[in-house]
């Protein structure tokens, strides 16, 4: 999976979709598994919504 720092503009659009699947089902793991509160589902969860926003970014464009 992409480093959750890098920089998303440089990122290609099948990256972006790849990465947000997989951040997906890394999310819905860590909720079943641990709880909608815990600090990894929510890392997760605010991980997800950055590469959610880049992919909005570039559609408005």
Known sequence: MTD????????????????????????????????LNHQDTIHTSQTLDRYVMEVQRRKRK
């Open 4 to 35: 959750e720092h890098a920089d998303l503009s440089k990122l290609s659009n099948e990256e972006l979709e790849k990465t947000i699947q997989q951040l997906k089902n890394r999310m819905v793991d860590f909720g079943t598994t641990y709880g």
